[in-house]
């Protein structure tokens, strides 16, 4: 990618997801880990980071296990279609869709407190979630209410900022 397509993709990140939840504004840091390479590096893609309020991180040279995170994302991408056999590119998109549906709103992470990234905003919004700053930009996520209280809670299920995703998601 060239410095020109990163600004590109991230301003369609921002305009379409970020600003739309209101995120800028929110009290949680929002990171962007990337390489060395000479697009994220330049003046220019660090200014524009910076400007829109996003954390630019760089990994080191030689070290996968700085991105666990989406190590871990590529494994498990890749265990909920291995089996899947696709006629067409449409066919694979729209498989793809549906996985990114799940995977950003319904799935549970351990990361934040355990719930799913729909629920998690949801109990964010009502206070039911405490952040606990750990040091080097790291944030430990705790519920305020008990676990089995989640389902019962009120409303769990109304998040207003669900990450949309454009074309059909059958």
Not at 88 to 117: M, V, W
Request: glycine letters at 4%; aromatic letters at 10%.
């Amino acid at each position: 990618m060239k410095q020109s397509q990163v600004k590109q993709v991230w301003d369609e990140v921002i305009e379409k997801y970020l600003q739309p939840a209101d995120m800028l504004n929110e009290p949680i840091e929002i990171e962007v880990r990337n390489d060395n390479g000479k697009q994220f590096s330049s003046d220019m893609i660090q200014r524009y980071f910076k400007d829109n309020y996003l954390n630019q991180v760089f990994t080191h040279p030689y070290s996968p296990e700085e991105n666990g995170h989406i190590e871990s994302f590529h494994k498990t991408l890749t265990r909920a279609i291995e089996k899947d056999k696709f006629e067409d590119l449409e066919e694979l998109e729209l498989r793809l869709e549906r996985f990114y549906k799940c995977y950003n709103n319904q799935r549970p992470h351990g990361s934040i407190a355990g719930t799913s990234p729909m629920m998690f905003w949801a109990l964010w919004e009502d206070d039911k979630i405490e952040a606990k700053e750990l040091g080097n930009s790291r944030v430990q996520y705790n519920l305020l209410i008990d676990r089995q209280d989640i389902l019962c809670h009120k409303e769990i299920n109304r998040y207003k900022h669900p990450i949309k995703l454009s074309g059909n998601t059958n």
